[in-house]
């Protein structure tokens, strides 16, 4: 039988990463990892920065204050479906109100409910995703995400810069895994006990989903359902579709299979075979 750790107290520990799309300024990758760092998160991801050396550019030194751990441990990747390598659920940050897309929650309610459902997951991951701060995220980004978090402000001054919406998602992020005490329980080895894996542990990446969304839209094409110069919003909401289902890796393999067999038969039908 699998296993996984979780604390006594009931706390899960779930993978979480932050991932910034498209910074342009080097001092918010710097607040960004000192936000991080003080509520005990080290993995950050940078999609495609302004600057390439932004790791290791002055302002971003001084900005993290002395989270120097997090910006060692930084990766910089070319594309959004590399930072997103072992993650489950996504979270967009986009303030902006969209007539299409995940539903938009408020960060606490939206934890309290996915930690309720998911504390004993194995390879868990939880991702925060979060745009430029010039243009924000992309409608195509904000699309493949599970939920659009939204941090409740004065509907007068709703401005955050990054490195506070980071902070304010980190701390209530923290708060629901159980706080900081419960980490440092764990780590000390002295609050923890094997917990049976629950049978819909192995939930499909994001990255095993975009593979399959990928596969659907060149086999939806080839039978003439998709129109590749006319897509629409055909493909997100599919993704949502998907999301909703919290679809496993057994069910990409099947889902799969079914868009194989439907490119296979459109090149039948094109040959002329029936």
Not at 31 to 54: E, H, I
Not at 124 to 136: N, T
Not at 212 to 220: G, I
């Amino acid at each position: 039988m699998n296993h996984i750790l979780r604390a006594k107290t009931g706390t899960p520990f779930m993978k979480t990463r932050f991932v910034l799309i498209n910074t342009s300024h080097a001092g918010n990758v710097g607040a960004t990892a000192r936000a991080m760092k003080v509520m005990g998160f080290t993995d950050l991801v940078l999609v495609a920065p302004r600057w390439d050396n932004v790791l290791r550019r002055e302002e971003t030194i001084q900005r993290a204050s002395g989270a120097l751990d997090v910006l060692a441990n930084a990766r910089v990747v070319p594309t959004l479906d590399d930072a997103l390598d072992g993650m489950t659920h996504l979270c967009a940050t986009a303030m902006t109100p969209r007539d299409f897309g995940p539903p938009t929650l408020e960060p606490r309610p939206h934890f309290a409910d996915l930690v309720e459902k998911h504390v004993d997951h194995r390879n868990y991951g939880v991702a925060f995703l979060f745009g430029s701060e010039r243009f924000g995220m992309r409608n195509e980004d904000v699309y493949r995400c599970h939920t659009c978090l939204r941090i409740p402000t004065d509907p007068k001054f709703g401005s955050l810069n990054l490195g506070a919406a980071v902070q304010v998602l980190a701390y209530d992020w923290r708060q629901a895994l159980g706080g900081l005490a419960s980490m440092q329980d764990f780590a000390q080895g002295e609050s923890f006990e094997l917990m049976p894996s629950p049978a819909s542990a192995g939930l499909a990446s994001a990255q095993e989903l975009a593979g399959l969304l990928s596969h659907w839209q060149q086999s939806l094409t080839d039978i003439g359902f998709l129109d590749p110069e006319a897509p629409k919003k055909l493909m997100p909401r599919l993704n949502q579709l998907f999301n909703r289902a919290q679809v496993t890796q057994e069910e990409i393999h099947i889902l799969r299979g079914i868009a194989k067999a439907m490119s296979q038969a459109a090149g039948k039908t094109a040959n002329g075979q029936r």
